[in-house]
Structure formats: structure tokens, C-alpha cells
């Protein structure tokens, strides 16, 4: 696959549904995890934390190129069309560089999926940081597996009560950060969330649920509280980065996070994110003209 440039837009490549059938006679380690959804089409067993897994290997190899790509079970394994759909919505705030394109991704997780997404995708430079040190050893191997090191580079955030200090080094310059917040305010709140969301049963009756360690899934005061300190430090790293993102999945929290900012003077811009019927937002800040 062709690296695009900096500054050109990259066409998402999953705005059209899935050709399951087609992907498994391609990557037939896809086919065991086939089955009938309720209209009776060919569909993937998303409820089965390894199906999802293997889908998501083969959409890395299959749109970009990407030749391994494993990490401990008990760590999230994003989508990677929700990803994608990231990426896509916040590249037209970039358009018009025409230099090399620098992005932090904020919680990068064992899976490294923005990184992977985001040079292969756009020829974008990445440095990846995450407060969990198995997490940082887990994308730096995929990195390095990839031969991608030159591209990527995964920072191990050593202060979880920090974000972007004691990250970004003195001197250094972002175009972009990304982040996906933790979503809920407790690990009983992730917990109770996961079964409703699921209501699923294995073989021996427990309840199945995907993967993720704590500072994945929650942190105290949860996503507000989570965005409110990156609001907070941003101001501090106001002339170190272009743009700020960060994505908002409950709606109930805009008004107070748009408060916020409004606050600290940014400039603001509330990109929406649809994928089937979960609608989602991206705001994104900058203290530049």
C-alpha cells in the first residue's frame, strides 16, 4: 500500500459495510468466526473477544499493510473502523500542512492501533505514550516487529496523575494529539456496563466480556474528569502543539467541557463521529491562529 502525503486527505476505507465472505475467502483464518445475524447475513461473532481479534489482524493487513500484529489478552482490542473513522474526521484540521505531519497519541495502549493507522494510513510521524509500562513493551514489540521505528515511537508516561508532562520533550512540536478517555468512572461501573452491553454467556455460563486493563476502561471522575485535566495541561502546552482532540462518547458532558474551554480562550471545533447508530463526538482546541 501507497503511504499518502502529509497534508492529502486519506479516504476512510471502511465507510461501507464489511464484505465478510469476501474477507474470509482472502484471510481464511476469518472463516471459523462466520455466522447468520438476525437478517440472516453473512456477519462476524463480535461477542467473541478472539473473532474480534482476528478481524481486526486482518484489517490491518488487509487495508494497511500490516504484517503482525498480537498483545496480551487482557488488554483492549479496539475496533479498528472506530479508529479509522478518528483519524479521517480530524486529518481536514491538517490539510494544509505541507510538512511532516507529527501526532501523540494519548493512551496508546498494548494494541498501538493509531499508530499503525495513522502512518500507513497517512505517512503521519506518532509518538505513542501510555502510563501502563506492559502496555508501552507490548506496542513498542509491534512496532518494532512492523520495522516501523523510525515512524513510531512509544513513550512510557511514568506519572499517571500527568498527561502530557513528562512526555513531550523540551523543544518538541506537535500538529495533532489524539486521545480516547477512559470511559467510566469505576471498575464496577466498566464491569456492570460490559455485562449489559454483552449479555452474553460462554460455554461454562460466565459472562464474556472483551479485554481491558483498569486505566483503559476508568479513572477516577471518569471521561469528564478525565478531559477536564487534559484541558488543564493543554493551556500549559499551548505552544507545544497544534491541535488538541480528544474523543467525548457521553453527550451529557459537552456543555461543561465547551464551558471549559471557552474558559482557557481556545478556539474550538466539535467534529461529529456516526458509526451505526452510536453517534459520538471529537472536540478539537488550538491556541493558535
Same mark, same amino acid.
Given at each position: 500500500m501507497? &503511504?499518502q502525503?502529509?497534508?492529502?486527505?486519506?479516504?476512510?476505507?471502511?465507510?461501507?459495510? &464489511?464484505?465478510?465472505?469476501?474477507?474470509?475467502? #482472502?484471510?481464511?483464518?476469518?472463516?471459523?468466526?462466520?455466522?447468520?445475524?438476525?437478517?440472516?447475513?453473512?456477519?462476524?461473532?463480535?461477542? %467473541?473477544?478472539?473473532?474480534v481479534k482476528?478481524?481486526?489482524r486482518?484489517l490491518?493487513?488487509?487495508?494497511?499493510n500490516?504484517?503482525?500484529? #498480537?498483545?496480551?489478552?487482557?488488554?483492549?482490542?479496539?475496533?479498528?473502523p472506530?479508529?479509522?473513522?478518528?483519524?479521517?474526521?480530524?486529518a481536514p484540521?491538517?490539510?494544509?500542512?505541507i510538512?511532516?505531519?507529527?501526532?501523540?497519541?494519548?493512551?496508546?495502549?498494548?494494541?498501538?492501533?493509531?499508530?499503525?493507522?495513522? &502512518?500507513?494510513?497517512? %505517512?503521519?510521524?506518532?509518538?505513542?505514550?501510555d502510563?501502563? $509500562?506492559?502496555?508501552?513493551?507490548?506496542?513498542?514489540?509491534i512496532v518494532?516487529a512492523?520495522?516501523?521505528?523510525?515512524?513510531?515511537?512509544?513513550?512510557?508516561?511514568?506519572?499517571?496523575e500527568q498527561?502530557f508532562?513528562?512526555?513531550?520533550?523540551?523543544?518538541?512540536?506537535?500538529?495533532?494529539?489524539i486521545?480516547?478517555?477512559?470511559?467510566?468512572?469505576?471498575?464496577?461501573?466498566?464491569?456492570?456496563?460490559?455485562?449489559?452491553?454483552?449479555?452474553? $454467556?460462554?460455554?461454562?455460563?460466565t459472562?464474556?466480556s472483551?479485554?481491558?486493563?483498569?486505566n483503559?476502561?476508568?479513572?477516577?471522575?471518569?471521561?469528564?474528569?478525565?478531559?477536564? $485535566?487534559?484541558?488543564?495541561?493543554?493551556?500549559?502546552?499551548? #505552544?507545544?502543539?497544534?491541535?488538541?482532540?480528544?474523543?467525548?462518547?457521553?453527550?451529557?458532558?459537552?456543555?461543561q /467541557?465547551?464551558g471549559l474551554?471557552?474558559?482557557?480562550?481556545?478556539?474550538v471545533?466539535?467534529i461529529?463521529?456516526?458509526?451505526? %447508530? $452510536?453517534?459520538?463526538?471529537? /472536540?478539537?482546541?488550538?491556541?493558535?491562529?
Amino acid at each position: 500500500m501507497n &503511504h499518502q502525503s502529509s497534508s492529502q486527505s486519506y479516504a476512510n476505507p471502511f465507510s461501507e459495510p &464489511h464484505d465478510f465472505s469476501q474477507l474470509a475467502s #482472502d484471510h481464511p483464518q476469518l472463516q471459523p468466526f462466520l455466522i447468520k445475524n438476525r437478517q440472516d447475513r453473512i456477519s462476524l461473532d463480535f461477542f %467473541n473477544p478472539l473473532a474480534v481479534k482476528v478481524f481486526n489482524r486482518v484489517l490491518l493487513k488487509e487495508h494497511y499493510n500490516i504484517e503482525f500484529w #498480537d498483545f496480551p489478552d487482557q488488554f483492549l482490542c479496539p475496533p479498528v473502523p472506530s479508529r479509522a473513522d478518528y483519524l479521517s474526521a480530524v486529518a481536514p484540521l491538517l490539510e494544509n500542512q505541507i510538512k511532516q505531519i507529527r501526532c501523540l497519541d494519548i493512551g496508546v495502549g498494548a494494541n498501538c492501533i493509531y499508530p499503525l493507522i495513522g &502512518h500507513m494510513g497517512y %505517512n503521519w510521524q506518532f509518538v505513542g505514550s501510555d502510563i501502563n $509500562k506492559n502496555a508501552v513493551e507490548s506496542a513498542r514489540h509491534i512496532v518494532v516487529a512492523n520495522e516501523l521505528n523510525r515512524a513510531i515511537v512509544i513513550r512510557h508516561q511514568q506519572n499517571p496523575e500527568q498527561i502530557f508532562l513528562g512526555v513531550i520533550k523540551e523543544s518538541e512540536f506537535f500538529d495533532l494529539t489524539i486521545c480516547n478517555p477512559p470511559f467510566y468512572a469505576s471498575a464496577e461501573e466498566a464491569s456492570a456496563a460490559t455485562r449489559r452491553r454483552l449479555n452474553y $454467556k460462554n460455554a461454562s455460563g460466565t459472562v464474556s466480556s472483551f479485554s481491558g486493563v483498569s486505566n483503559e476502561l476508568w479513572c477516577a471522575g471518569g471521561e469528564f474528569q478525565f478531559i477536564s $485535566k487534559l484541558i488543564e495541561e493543554s493551556v500549559q502546552f499551548a #505552544d507545544c502543539c497544534g491541535w488538541f482532540t480528544v474523543l467525548v462518547s457521553k453527550g451529557g458532558n459537552l456543555d461543561q /467541557i465547551m464551558g471549559l474551554l471557552d474558559a482557557v480562550g481556545a478556539r474550538v471545533e466539535v467534529i461529529p463521529l456516526q458509526r451505526g %447508530n $452510536k453517534i459520538r463526538r471529537i /472536540i478539537a482546541w488550538s491556541f493558535k491562529d
